[in-house]
């Protein structure tokens, strides 16, 4: 993994121009790149993410001074939510323990796992570091045909029914945010672990799910009256289909509207979230927070 780069590659990661990486540096004291040998600003991985964080904040309206304080003070103005310790992460390094349990459709295991981890650590811990690689691992068995297609279901469902009884245990407070997919999209399990992350995070969360239709956004927008949103875009097929939902949630005068997932970039209208899902939940939190306060 690469650990060091130079302005422009942190500017194209980053999407922040290489001038106002600068101005960010020497205002704000937002990050401290190292030096090459020539004097030439190098960036770590840590500058790259301090950077995505305060790029969401500025584009949501949080002024940038503002922005850069609460990036620096752990990102988020996060009430009554510590950041995510980094105690039990011994006993969250089994990444494959579901894809066993599941390929023998021992349920018994499946819920004793889940509930051994989400039992170690804080649930963003959990979700970051050892659910979502567990889930990509299981990805990666059913592509080597040690998982046929029950074996998934049969994870996902154990799995999605655990970060529903989280989410449903989570007090639900501060500004309102949708969150869900839009239509044709299917693979939900991320969108729910961040609805769960997002409302530890100090949101009301209204999660509605895989496969929302056009008019359904609307709908949502008329009846629940939502002050933000966030929708997914896992490829390049849902970027028109999240476009279109954009746009719905924008003219009913939701905003802003974040946007998840592989294709997110490439979504208009939209303010791409971080990848990790503690991290874009903490600062969608604190954005909108800021904006409704």
Do not use: C
């Not at 969250?92 to 650590?121: V, Y």
């Amino acid at each position: 993994m690469r650990t060091d780069y130079s302005i422009g590659e942190a500017a194209a990661l980053t999407g922040v121009k290489a001038v106002t990486l600068r101005a960010w540096e020497s205002r704000y004291g937002l990050v401290a790149p190292g030096r090459s040998d020539s004097a030439y600003r190098r960036y770590n991985d840590h500058d790259i993410e301090l950077v995505r964080r305060m790029r969401l904040l500025v584009d949501s309206g949080v002024p940038a001074r503002r922005a850069a304080a609460m990036t620096l003070g752990g990102a988020t103005d996060e009430p009554d939510r510590p950041s995510a310790p980094v105690g039990g992460l011994v006993g969250l390094q089994d990444t494959a323990a579901i894809a066993r349990a599941g390929a023998a459709f021992d349920a018994p295991a499946l819920r004793r796992i889940l509930d051994e981890a989400f039992a170690m650590a804080e649930t963003e811990t959990v979700v970051d570091l050892w659910l979502m690689p567990s889930m990509r691992e299981v990805g990666a068995a059913w592509e080597r045909g040690e998982l046929d297609v029950a074996s998934e279901h049969f994870i996902s469902s154990a799995v999605m029914r655990k970060l529903s009884a989280l989410f449903e245990a989570t007090p639900a407070r501060g500004p309102r945010v949708v969150v869900g997919m839009p239509a044709d999209s299917r693979h939900e399990l991320p969108a729910l672990a961040f609805a769960l992350l997002l409302q530890r995070a100090g949101a009301e969360v209204l999660y509605v799910g895989a496969d929302v239709p056009l008019q359904s956004w609307t709908r949502v927008v008329d009846v629940w009256k939502p002050q933000s949103a966030v929708i997914a875009a896992t490829s390049a097929r849902d970027i028109a289909v999240a476009g279109a939902a954009a746009a719905a949630l924008a003219e009913g005068g939701v905003d802003p509207v974040y946007i998840g997932g592989a294709a997110a970039g490439q979504v208009e209208g939209t303010i791409p979230v971080p990848d990790s899902l503690a991290t874009a939940a903490q600062v969608v939190a604190a954005a909108v927070r800021y904006r409704h306060a």
